[in-house]
């Protein structure tokens, strides 16, 4: 059996299978799927779905791959068990209403024993067919010759999820020996095929040849399809002859880092080896997940990520890591992967700047939080209990940052129990608590208990007048009632009545003026919030003395409010805009509405458009043409549903509502401000849409003024970009920067047909620069050329003159490097190939590649080791002919 190392395993499978014809699948990005036991897959799986269901016609019915996948269903068992693990890749080859059976077994077998390939014992190998599938059996027996002692009929082989396509299994297992076997020659397990480590599975081909259908029968499906899987960590395991996945160079380098970290060995038999694993297959799922865009949080996908962090932190604390070391693994993994996944080490920095932030925030309270655990555990042991309270585990929760997986864990490490009933109703009680802290002040709050305390009423009545008269009833300074404040202090006053609109709901509190009778400014409104009761606290800015009992005129700034309320009008039409163009499932998220401009929070899944954006731009300006009315209503909150309004997020609604409708186009729930008629709005624009975190994306907007100061700043940079081109006016401006264009069309071709003639001058002369070792004719030169394009150039030119068995061309390019190499057929018929010399010479560069038997190429970033790497080349040549 060969002996190889991941990334080659890895080549070898999907060159194997671009011979037989197959579109080999790169990898691409997980993305999340509604799967009870996978969390995330690789997006070319979720689309290998539609190409089994029919939905999508692939362009080659024949697909090979290579793909991550990431599973938390049974992360308790990581570390405990040889072979699960969090990610994992699947190698798989797949037929989509082209060859069946007999090819899919047949390939399988060449794949696993031909000398070209993994060349395994074939008297080591055994298979698993299902009892009805008697043309699998006769396959395995006739076509490939296995004899019948190695043919298992087994009840479980048919794959069958459900409705959908379905049908028989076959499953290849590897004898690894007697040494393997866990268990006693009678075990009813002890076959290939049973639960036992010595008949060990390594790929299985599930023939898709049925349809299940809903009344739970089964029609033979008129185009079958082949669905193979083979777990790369276990055939390496196998490979590689080690007891478990962890010891294979997937995991052992990461291993090894965590023992130099530690300062602990990782040995057979040690009780630590289980934190060594876990850390290991922890960080590889963490570095993946974060590179492709999961982001740890409290809540979905996020959580479980956060919880993968943490376990692998706790870890980390049993091998006596006490200070944030994971960042320290993702460098690791991505030089384990870069061959097949160089996006590990492309995303490096932004991967470790999120699992640091994770890991110096558990950090700060990990250590008191495991100290009171232990604590409460020797106490729970003293007094002879085995359930840990529910109290407890909140407490662990709430003050240290505990998932309440990990009080598992540590509990049951100590045979202790824990009551999560108990738990559920703590974090229940909990929730009530937030709902009705919700208006807890920000920088310039007083103690709850003293807000508490206000007992008047105030009256808002902003949603028609911006000018009143109110009695001063409550003033607040320096967290104490007062009866009057002087000129200079910054308080806080509740009116009887009040214009002042407090901030809520996204809208931004109102400012304003406060005057006396003669009409004089005594008091600037700064800012206007809720206290706990409800009632608007103005913040503001004494110009002159205040007296508790006096009657005051409250002003609201008219022009502000208006330019708050045109923005604030312009989120509901853009929610349902929203929901017109993505779907209903773009729901509010939260927004925060100012003067300048509108932000606009809402869930949705993947990439917004710029054809979307416009439409939904379209869709605004639209309905602010068409002079709609707005109008409110005060009602139950039946009959505003029954209207068909929809509530908000992160909103909390009384036994009434208010409901805003803009005609029938939108209802919402909303106690804030807006115009009277959409025309009052002017005009809106979407100035940018981001993504602000897992299904969250953000627009930003303008409307009325803001937009106005917008346009302007742009025809600003367009003026200025004219007068830099010269233009006329900006109307030119296409025209000026089409010129340019061409100009700069024209003398790029012109610059690369001078440097194809230089290239071609230059390869005459490295082309007549041949050497010869062990009747191998070759050429190893370093070139000048503009880059591998060109590379590629001369050795296409090569190839056509056959000027030499072997072409190794060299560049060197400021702080890289760029090697190709190709084979004549004569070379690749004597053994020799392209990809295992690139691999050769590759790290004499500071680099790596890869490619066809033909032809190979790499990168590097050491340029001083090129010389070498083609005086190298020679000695290859010797050893491999």
Same mark, same amino acid.
């Given at each position: 059996?060969?002996?190889?190392?991941?990334?080659?395993?890895?080549?070898?499978?999907?060159?194997?299978?671009?011979?037989?014809?197959? $579109? %080999?699948?790169?990898?691409?990005?997980?993305?999340?799927?509604?799967?009870?036991?996978?969390?995330?897959?690789?997006?070319?799986?979720?689309?290998?779905?539609?190409?089994?269901?029919?939905?999508?016609?692939?362009?080659?019915?024949?697909?090979?791959?290579?793909?991550?996948?990431?599973?938390?269903?049974?992360?308790?068992?990581?570390?405990?068990?040889?072979?699960?693990?969090?990610?994992?890749?699947?190698?798989?080859?797949?037929?989509?209403?082209?060859?069946?059976?007999?090819?899919?077994?047949?390939?399988?077998?060449?794949?696993?024993?031909?000398?070209?390939?993994?060349?395994?014992?074939?008297?080591?190998?055994?298979?698993?067919?299902?009892?009805?599938? $008697?043309?699998?059996?006769?396959?395995?027996?006739?076509?490939?010759?296995?004899?019948?002692?190695?043919?298992?009929?087994?009840?479980?082989?048919?794959?069958?999820?459900?409705?959908?396509?379905?049908?028989?299994?076959?499953?290849?297992?590897?004898?690894?020996?007697?040494?393997?076997?866990?268990?006693?020659?009678?075990?009813?397990?002890?076959?290939?095929?049973?639960?036992?480590?010595?008949?060990?599975?390594?790929?299985?081909?599930?023939?898709?040849?049925?349809?299940?259908?809903?009344?739970? &029968?089964?029609?033979?499906?008129?185009?079958?399809?082949?669905?193979?899987?083979?777990?790369?960590?276990?055939?390496?395991?196998?490979?590689?002859?080690?007891?478990?996945?962890?010891?294979?160079?997937?995991?052992?380098?990461?291993?090894?880092?965590?023992?130099?970290?530690?300062?602990?060995?990782?040995?057979?038999?040690?009780?630590?080896?289980?934190?060594?694993?876990?850390?290991?297959?922890?960080?590889?799922?963490?570095?993946?997940?974060?590179?492709?865009?999961?982001?740890?949080?409290?809540?979905?996908?996020?959580? %479980?990520?956060?919880?993968?962090?943490?376990?692998?932190?706790?870890?980390?604390?049993?091998?006596?890591?006490?200070?944030?070391?994971?960042?320290?693994?993702?460098?690791?993994?991505?030089?384990?992967?870069?061959?097949?996944?160089?996006?590990?080490?492309?995303?490096?920095?932004?991967?470790?700047?999120?699992?640091?932030?994770?890991?110096?925030?558990?950090?700060?309270?990990?250590?008191?939080?495991?100290?009171?655990?232990?604590?409460?555990?020797?106490?729970?042991?003293?007094?002879? =209990?085995?359930?840990?309270?529910?109290?407890?585990?909140?407490?662990?929760?709430?003050?240290?940052?505990?998932?309440?997986?990990?009080?598992?864990?540590?509990?049951?490490?100590?045979?202790?129990?824990?009551?999560?009933?108990?738990?559920?109703?703590?974090?229940?009680?909990?929730?009530?608590?937030?709902?009705?802290?919700?208006?807890?002040?920000?920088?310039?709050?007083?103690?709850?208990?003293?807000?508490?305390?206000?007992?008047?009423?105030? =009256?808002?009545?902003?949603?028609?007048?911006? $000018?009143?008269?109110?009695?001063?009833?409550?003033?607040?300074?320096?967290?104490?009632?007062?009866?009057?404040?002087?000129?200079?202090?910054?308080?806080?006053?509740?009116?009887?009545?009040?214009?002042?609109?407090? =901030?809520?709901?996204?809208?931004?509190?109102?400012?304003?003026?406060?005057?006396?009778?003669?009409?004089?400014? %005594?008091?600037?409104?700064?800012?206007?919030?809720?206290?706990?009761?409800?009632?608007?606290?103005?913040?503001?800015?004494?110009?002159?003395?205040?007296?508790?009992?006096?009657?005051?005129?409250?002003?609201?700034?008219?022009?502000?409010?208006?330019?708050?309320?045109?923005?604030?009008?312009?989120?509901?039409?853009?929610?349902?805009?929203?929901?017109?163009?993505?779907?209903?499932?773009?729901?509010?998220?939260?927004?925060?509405? &100012?003067?300048?401009?509108?932000?606009?929070?809402?869930?949705?899944?993947?990439?917004? &458009?710029?054809?979307?954006?416009?439409?939904?731009?379209?869709?605004?300006?639209?309905?602010?043409?068409?002079?709609?009315? %707005?109008?409110?209503?005060?009602?139950?909150?039946? =009959?505003?549903?029954?209207?068909?309004?929809?509530?908000?997020?992160?909103? $909390?609604?009384?036994?009434?509502?208010?409901?805003?409708?803009?005609?029938?186009?939108?209802?919402?729930?909303?106690?804030?401000?807006?115009?009277?008629?959409?025309?009052?709005?002017?005009?809106?624009?979407?100035?940018?849409?981001?993504?602000?975190?897992?299904?969250?994306?953000?627009?930003?907007?303008?409307?009325?003024?803001?937009?106005?100061?917008?346009?302007?700043?742009?025809?600003?940079?367009?003026?200025?970009?004219?007068?830099?081109?010269?233009?006329?006016?900006?109307?030119?401006?296409?025209?000026?920067?089409?010129?340019?264009? *061409?100009?700069?069309?024209?003398?790029?071709?012109?610059?690369?047909?001078?440097?194809?003639?230089?290239?071609?001058?230059?390869?005459?002369?490295?082309?007549? *620069?041949?050497?010869?070792?062990?009747?191998?004719?070759?050429?190893?030169?370093?070139?000048?050329?503009?880059?591998?394009?060109?590379?590629?150039?001369?050795?296409?030119?090569?190839?056509?003159?056959?000027?030499?068995?072997?072409?190794?061309?060299?560049?060197?390019?400021?702080?890289?490097?760029?090697?190709?190499?190709?084979?004549?057929?004569?070379?690749?018929?004597?053994?020799?190939?392209?990809?295992?010399?690139?691999?050769?010479?590759?790290?004499?560069?500071?680099?790596?590649?890869?490619?066809?038997?033909?032809?190979?190429?790499?990168?590097?970033?050491?340029?001083?080791?090129?010389?070498?790497?083609?005086?190298?080349?020679?000695?290859?040549?010797?050893?491999?002919?």
């Amino acid at each position: 059996m060969k002996q190889l190392n991941s990334s080659e395993l890895r080549q070898l499978y999907l060159d194997f299978f671009a011979e037989k014809n197959h $579109k %080999v699948e790169k990898s691409t990005s997980l993305v999340p799927i509604d799967d009870p036991s996978l969390l995330w897959v690789n997006s070319g799986v979720a689309t290998m779905k539609k190409y089994f269901d029919g939905s999508v016609k692939p362009s080659n019915p024949r697909l090979a791959s290579s793909q991550k996948s990431i599973r938390t269903n049974d992360i308790e068992n990581v570390g405990k068990t040889a072979r699960h693990h969090t990610l994992f890749e699947m190698l798989g080859n797949f037929s989509i209403g082209d060859y069946f059976k007999e090819e899919a077994i047949l390939w399988a077998w060449e794949f696993l024993t031909d000398e070209k390939w993994i060349a395994m014992d074939p008297d080591k190998l055994y298979v698993t067919v299902y009892p009805e599938d $008697k043309e699998a059996y006769k396959i395995w027996h006739e076509k490939v010759g296995l004899d019948e002692d190695h043919i298992v009929e087994e009840e479980g082989n048919f794959w069958d999820i459900g409705e959908g396509p379905c049908g028989p299994n076959s499953e290849i297992f590897y004898d690894r020996g007697p040494a393997f076997n866990d268990l006693s020659e009678d075990d009813p397990e002890n076959y290939p095929g049973g639960e036992n480590e010595r008949w060990l599975e390594i790929w299985n081909l599930v023939f898709s040849q049925f349809n299940h259908k809903p009344d739970d &029968t089964y029609d033979p499906l008129p185009n079958k399809n082949i669905d193979t899987g083979m777990g790369l960590e276990r055939m390496l395991s196998v490979i590689q002859n080690v007891p478990t996945n962890f010891e294979t160079d997937l995991f052992m380098p990461i291993i090894n880092k965590v023992e130099e970290i530690s300062g602990i060995t990782y040995d057979k038999g040690s009780e630590k080896q289980t934190s060594f694993k876990v850390i290991a297959d922890h960080v590889r799922a963490i570095s993946f997940a974060i590179g492709d865009g999961a982001l740890p949080s409290n809540e979905g996908r996020g959580y %479980v990520l956060r919880r993968l962090l943490r376990r692998a932190i706790m870890h980390g604390r049993k091998l006596g890591i006490e200070k944030p070391f994971l960042t320290k693994l993702v460098p690791v993994v991505g030089e384990i992967m870069k061959e097949h996944y160089p996006e590990i080490l492309e995303k490096t920095p932004f991967i470790t700047k999120v699992i640091l932030n994770e890991e110096e925030r558990f950090h700060e309270t990990l250590a008191e939080g495991l100290s009171r655990l232990n604590e409460i555990t020797e106490q729970m042991k003293k007094a002879s =209990e085995t359930v840990l309270s529910g109290e407890a585990a909140f407490q662990l929760y709430d003050t240290f940052g505990f998932p309440i997986e990990l009080t598992e864990e540590v509990a049951e490490e100590q045979n202790l129990t824990v009551d999560l009933e108990g738990f559920e109703s703590e974090m229940k009680k909990q929730r009530e608590r937030a709902r009705s802290a919700r208006n807890e002040e920000g920088s310039m709050s007083v103690q709850s208990d003293l807000l508490s305390k206000l007992k008047d009423d105030s =009256e808002f009545i902003g949603y028609g007048n911006i $000018k009143t008269e109110g009695t001063l009833e409550t003033i607040i300074a320096d967290d104490e009632f007062k009866e009057s404040v002087e000129k200079g202090e910054k308080v806080r006053l509740v009116f009887d009545i009040t214009p002042f609109y407090a =901030e809520k709901g996204g809208q931004i509190g109102d400012t304003g003026a406060i005057k006396n009778k003669l009409g004089e400014v %005594v008091a600037t409104v700064t800012n206007v919030k809720a206290a706990p009761a409800g009632q608007p606290l103005h913040e503001v800015e004494v110009l002159a003395l205040l007296k508790k009992g006096e009657v005051y005129t409250l002003e609201v700034d008219r022009r502000r409010r208006n330019l708050i309320e045109r923005n604030h009008t312009a989120t509901h039409l853009l929610h349902q805009a929203l929901k017109d163009v993505l779907g209903n499932h773009a729901n509010q998220a939260g927004s925060l509405v &100012t003067p300048d401009q509108l932000r606009f929070d809402f869930t949705h899944f993947g990439q917004v &458009t710029d054809n979307e954006l416009k439409q939904m731009e379209t869709i605004v300006n639209q309905r602010i043409f068409d002079s709609i009315p %707005v109008t409110t209503v005060v009602t139950s909150i039946e =009959e505003a549903k029954k209207l068909g309004a929809t509530a908000l997020f992160g909103e $909390k609604y009384g036994d009434e509502v208010r409901v805003v409708m803009i005609g029938e186009y939108s209802k919402e729930f909303c106690g804030g401000t807006h115009v009277s008629n959409t025309s009052d709005i002017g005009l809106f624009k979407i100035i940018s849409e981001s993504g602000i975190g897992a299904g969250t994306r953000r627009i930003i907007a303008r409307t009325s003024e803001g937009y106005y100061k917008w346009i302007e700043n742009q025809l600003s940079v367009l003026q200025h970009v004219s007068d830099q081109l010269k233009a006329q006016s900006v109307e030119e401006l296409p025209n000026k920067l089409g010129q340019l264009q *061409q100009e700069f069309k024209d003398l790029k071709q012109e610059n690369e047909s001078l440097s194809s003639k230089l290239a071609n001058v230059q390869a005459d002369d490295v082309f007549s *620069q041949i050497d010869n070792v062990e009747g191998i004719t070759y050429i190893a030169q370093e070139v000048q050329v503009k880059d591998m394009n060109q590379l590629r150039q001369l050795a296409d030119k090569w190839k056509q003159e056959n000027y030499s068995d072997i072409l190794v061309l060299g560049l060197k390019k400021q702080d890289k490097v760029n090697l190709i190499v190709s084979m004549s057929n004569n070379a690749v018929n004597k053994g020799l190939k392209a990809g295992d010399l690139i691999k050769s010479i590759a790290p004499l560069v500071g680099g790596g590649g890869g490619g066809r038997p033909d032809m190979a190429q790499a990168g590097g970033k050491n340029p001083e080791g090129l010389s070498q790497a083609l005086d190298t080349v020679s000695n290859w040549i010797k050893v491999n002919s």
